[in-house]
């Protein structure tokens, strides 16, 4: 069993988390969710959701696996240095570190992606890539993967690369057979990228 | 301005919500989302997630769109009486009743579909159909529109259908732009479904 880590916070984009959550969620013998922030409680976003969460300071379990959303309030927590320090301290604990959409703007930012390949969201490129010039950024693409970090360009690409993710840790069968479960029309090429320059 | 109501309980299936929820939430000047339950406060699912909810005694703004959506928890309330009696009503003052996944069978058991075509999520076929026979049940398509009703197949089917009923009631460019925006591969056509037979 591993522990799945998503740190959340206020408008966060929703589909960023709950596409992953529902793949990962697929797995139960395999997969523990966690959802946290940084103090816990309520966290809201702009699309009507209101989520309850647990402290980071207060998690039942250690992180296997870290989540990472991106939306629009990353444009707030990307300034915050208790933020940032504490990704960073949940990467080095994390085996795999996952970003979807500009998730991967935050991790750039707190130097976890430096010298790294990996993607982002199309429509905020030039915001992220601003982040940090030690990223090795590849704008084409469903996701990247190096070492331990996954990141995937926008939203829904994060359900793509969740499954890619689980294709890697156990078998393409497996990561098929929740697709067929979830009627999610899988696109299992990670270079294929139809929202290039679209 | 239209209001969409999501009607939700203990054990939905994550993705049939948040897939239509992010759609709908990336035209925030024409959709606001009330996520209700029964009694309202918090309610949690499979996967993890522990959501605040509105009461449905209590609702902010009148339904426009009502959300139905499917899951394991569905074997609860479908024997619920008050829950159909709350469909009913809901559905009743609603312009459009959408359903997502096993949400479909939770309509036929209140008798909301009867003398309607729907479809619903493809694993549980039996089960939903078992629900009623006054349902022209359509096992392949990816959604189905019958008068104010819109019923989709499994999960991630949602989207689409969601993105589909945007396209009916403002333009498909509008449709294809939150497609864009979201980086989703959207199946524009709710007959074609891959995962018939499949």
Redesign the interface.
């Known amino acids: 069993m591993q522990t799945l880590t998503a740190l959340i916070f206020d408008n966060f984009?929703?589909?960023d988390?709950?596409?992953p959550?529902?793949m990962?969620?697929s797995l139960?013998k395999h997969f523990?969710?966690?959802?946290v922030s940084m103090t816990g409680g309520?966290i809201h976003n702009?699309?009507?959701?209101?989520?309850?969460t647990s402290a980071v300071t207060e998690l039942e379990h250690q992180t296997d696996i870290l989540l990472v959303v991106g939306g629009k309030g990353t444009r707030q927590v990307i300034e915050d240095h208790r933020f940032l320090q504490t990704l960073i301290k949940l990467s080095d604990d994390a085996d795999w570190v996952l970003s979807v959409c500009t998730g991967s703007a935050l991790l750039a930012k707190a130097n976890i992606l430096d010298n790294k390949r990996a993607t982002s969201?199309?429509?905020a490129w030039q915001w992220v890539v601003e982040q940090s010039n030690k990223v090795d950024w590849v704008q084409q693409a469903r996701w990247v993967v190096d070492g331990k970090f996954y990141t995937s360009?926008?939203?829904?690409?994060g359900v793509d690369m969740t499954l890619g993710f689980i294709a890697d840790r156990h078998d393409i069968d497996t990561a098929r057979q929740i697709a067929?479960?979830?009627?999610?029309?899988w696109?299992e090429d990670s270079q294929l990228d139809?929202?290039y320059n679209?």
């Open positions: 984009e929703t589909l988390l709950f596409g959550i529902e990962f969620g139960p523990r969710i966690q959802l309520i702009h699309h009507g959701v209101s989520l309850h969201n199309k429509l360009s926008g939203v829904s690409a067929n479960y979830t009627e999610y029309r696109q139809g929202f679209c």
